[in-house]
């Protein structure tokens, strides 16, 4: 018998260079855009004044746009929103920075900007800050995108919390050029059952 | 000095990402934090790791940061003042 009657209340996908929120394009633009521009793209076209977004690393900055569109389709986040987030790489973009930054040989030198990024986990402090969140995070590395295990994790998180259920969850893989990312908010309202199917389903079809 | 002031300007900017900001934007006595720039704890690291890459200045002792940091023009004279 399925116990948990939690809903989809908005989701986004940044793949390639478009931006979709929930089916519909916010931006596209031309493939050989190279990812950093076409975020920052993004952010001017979000139309808030938030400096920060400019310091973050790739990782970051795609979740930061991810979770503002989304919190303009659900609403404003519930400080006991929690984030259940999963990638395959980690914090890579800001690693192999940081690592060519420390191994040169000519004047090597460790920058304080890049390595705060050195973790994926940061991601999530930075969007908490943005949106006031005082809530329980998580950040997993699998080899690829794993609504059978997202979805049950997210379930018994909800349940733990008192009332007005409520989490960001999804897969935001990001190397140098390219983003893989899924982001998607569940709450009590919504016309989409948060399951393992809808989400393999929806992953699929945003990729097409 | 003026030439340093501008290439401080310069440097902060790329180095610390105020996109939206250009030199001209910058007064030599705008404070760099609290209410002035409003940089952070992690920018005042990147600035040391500044003066030590691009001037040969260490600064080892957080109090002399605390002056030195306080607008462009006291970053140009510490410079002006230290450097290799």
Redesign the interface.
Known sequence: MELHNYRITAFCTIRGRSIRVNGKEFLGADPSTPLGDFLKLAYRKLAIDYPKFHKMDGLCKAIFIATELIARESGRYKHHTALIFANRSSSYISDARHAHDIFRADNPVASPATFVYTLPNIAMGEISIRHQLQSENVFFIFDRYLPEFLVPYANATLDNQQADASALCGWTEITEGQCDLLLYHIGTSGSQTHSIEYLKRLYNEEDE | MSELTQELKAKIIA??????LTVADLDDNTPLFGDGL?LDS??A??LI?ML??SYGIKLSDPKEGRKVFETIQTMADFIEANRT
């Open positions: 180095q610390l990402n105020l996109e939206d409003g992690i920018d690291l990147e790791v030590d890459k």
